[in-house]
């Protein structure tokens, strides 16, 4: 099981980003799959699930509206779009397999600054 | 939103010794309580999942136990290789919380 992220990156505040994770080494199609993000110093903070499908999605209150999580299981890849980025949007962005987070990528790094 | 609290917030122990992690829920989440370790600049892994399950490839000296809104992680026989810091999370209720994370140094 391999997941990969990328799309990170320097953004300026209100700009936008797409983060990309490239899975392989399982039948992606057969699992949901949720992004976790880190702030510099900080925990971890769980912002969104998408299920195998794609046709149940939720999200952290502190990104919803802001952010789109999707899949394109033809692709063996999961996205995240994000919007009108803030300065407390910066952090490293992870993505992992099931809701419990079996396994993880390496992490992509998005910092938010003028 | 369900508030996990882990304590202590860091310990330092020696090589060899029992260590215990406490993460207490602000209600009820059954067993729906996972134990991630993150290395420093590594991504988090699993450890344990509903609430005492190992996950393969995790050393027999990580045990989780707990039910309801009280849980423990022991490691037993620490050894070198577990400096990190240690999470716990729920998945019982949206949003999917974690605890602040209890570092573990060697001492």
């Known amino acids: 099981v391999q997941l990969v992220e990328s799309g990170g990156g320097l953004v300026q505040p209100g700009g936008s980003l797409r983060l990309s994770c490239a899975a392989s080494?399982?039948?992606?199609?057969?699992?949901?799959m949720i992004w976790v993000r880190q702030a510099p110093g900080k925990g971890l903070e769980w912002i969104s699930y998408?299920?195998?499908?794609?046709?149940?999605?939720y999200y952290a209150d502190s990104v919803k509206g802001r952010f789109t999580i999707s899949r394109d299981n033809a692709k063996d890849s999961l996205y995240l779009q994000i919007d009108s980025l803030r300065d407390e949007d910066t952090a490293v962005y992870y993505c992992?397999?099931?809701?419990?987070?079996?396994?993880w990528g390496q992490g992509t790094q998005v910092t938010v600054s003028s | 939103d369900i508030q996990m609290t882990q304590s202590p917030s860091s310990l330092s122990a020696s090589v060899g010794d029992r260590v215990t992690i406490t993460c207490r829920a602000s209600?009820?989440?059954?067993?729906?309580l996972n134990w991630f370790q993150q290395k420093p600049g590594k991504a988090p892994k699993v450890l344990i999942y509903?609430?005492?399950s190992l996950q393969s490839g995790v050393p027999s000296r990580f045990s989780g136990s707990g039910s309801g809104t009280d849980f423990t992680l022991t490691i037993n026989s620490l050894q070198p290789e577990d400096l990190a810091t240690y999470y716990c999370?729920?998945?019982?209720?949206?949003?999917?919380?974690f605890g602040q994370g209890t570092k573990v140094e060697i001492k």
């Open positions: 509903a609430a005492s």
């Open positions: 080494g399982f039948t992606f199609s057969s699992y949901s």
């Open positions: 998408i299920n195998r499908s794609g046709s149940t999605i």
């Open positions: 992992a397999r099931e809701r419990w987070g079996d396994y």
């Open positions: 999370q729920q998945i019982f209720t949206l949003p999917w919380t």
């Open positions: 209600q009820s989440i059954s067993s729906y």
